[in-house]
């Protein structure tokens, strides 16, 4: 895309609002889950299949024209189940089967249950290899389709990601973006603590990325990026994405006493208090 003056900004932070509902009440539901890393993530993927930038088919999720969303970040599938469901793809009451038995709403992508998912993703640094896989089958099958794949911050310190990043170069896979989502924390504590690896786009861009980062929970910064993205066609480009953990409901994580929240959902009490935030 490059004229993104004719995106509803208003219409997508309403999406995105009600994304955030879904997450938490399906977490919350299911007792477990990864509701701070799904919210963090959502203006991305709420941008990604709102905004235009992604091109998708209800009526036949694996379309081989379809553009791919890849999430590494496996255990933030909520914000993918919850956007499907604003998008119409699944009902409130499917998701809100998350991590039930016998639901194909896994507390990780399954693509074997559900032909909405491109990767079965959990085991964290696969991703973007997966992403190349997708991007070179596409120039060989001369389709102008676009790959996405979402990482965590955390998730930047497995020595795939890096090998991977060096081979996105090497094959000039122009119809490539990867996606940081640089929330400052991971299971044990925060990124800093455990394994510093910022600055990440200076080593993208040492590998010969085109490079962004941005304020990753503001939509008009994310619509921008994504938007200048598609713009680059020569080589892989990355947005590193800047965002809170959380984001959304930050006060009631402050609460809570845990701005991390890892893998947990919130109790009803919270959960409540939360969706009221978000009215």
Request: net charge neutral; aromatic share 8%; charged share 20%.
């Amino acid at each position: 895309m490059d004229n993104v003056t004719t995106i509803d900004l208003e219409l997508l932070k309403a999406n995105a609002k009600a994304i955030r509902r879904y997450i938490i009440q399906i977490t919350t539901e299911a007792g477990s889950g990864h509701p701070s890393s799904s919210l963090s993530a959502v203006e991305v993927v709420t941008a990604l299949y709102f905004g235009g930038f992604l091109r998708h088919n209800k009526a036949n999720p694996r379309d081989p024209k379809r553009d791919r969303f890849i999430l590494s970040k496996g255990h933030a599938v909520p914000v993918l189940y919850a956007t499907l469901c604003q998008a119409g793809y699944y009902t409130f009451e499917q998701i809100m089967t998350l991590r039930k038995i016998g639901s194909p709403f896994e507390g990780h992508p399954n693509m074997k249950r559900l032909d909405t998912m491109e990767a079965s993703t959990g085991s964290l640094g696969q991703g973007l290899s997966l992403g190349i896989g997708h991007a070179l089958a596409c120039r060989l099958d001369n389709l102008d389709s676009h790959t996405y794949v979402m990482m965590g911050d955390g998730e930047m310190a497995e020595g795939q990601v890096w090998e991977a990043i060096a081979a996105a170069e090497k094959f000039k896979l122009g119809n490539l973006t990867a996606i940081v989502d640089q929330n400052g924390f991971q299971q044990t504590g925060s990124t800093t603590d455990v394994l510093d690896l910022k600055p990440f786009a200076s080593k993208f861009e040492a590998f010969g990325w085109h490079t962004q980062v941005i304020q990753g929970n503001t939509m008009e910064a994310v619509v921008e990026a994504l938007a200048k993205s598609r713009s680059i066609t020569d080589r892989p480009t990355v947005i590193v994405s800047q965002t809170k953990k959380g984001f959304g409901i930050l006060p009631i994580l402050e609460q809570a006493g845990d701005m991390n929240y890892h893998g947990k959902p919130l109790s009803k009490d919270l959960a409540e208090k939360a969706l009221a935030l978000l009215s």
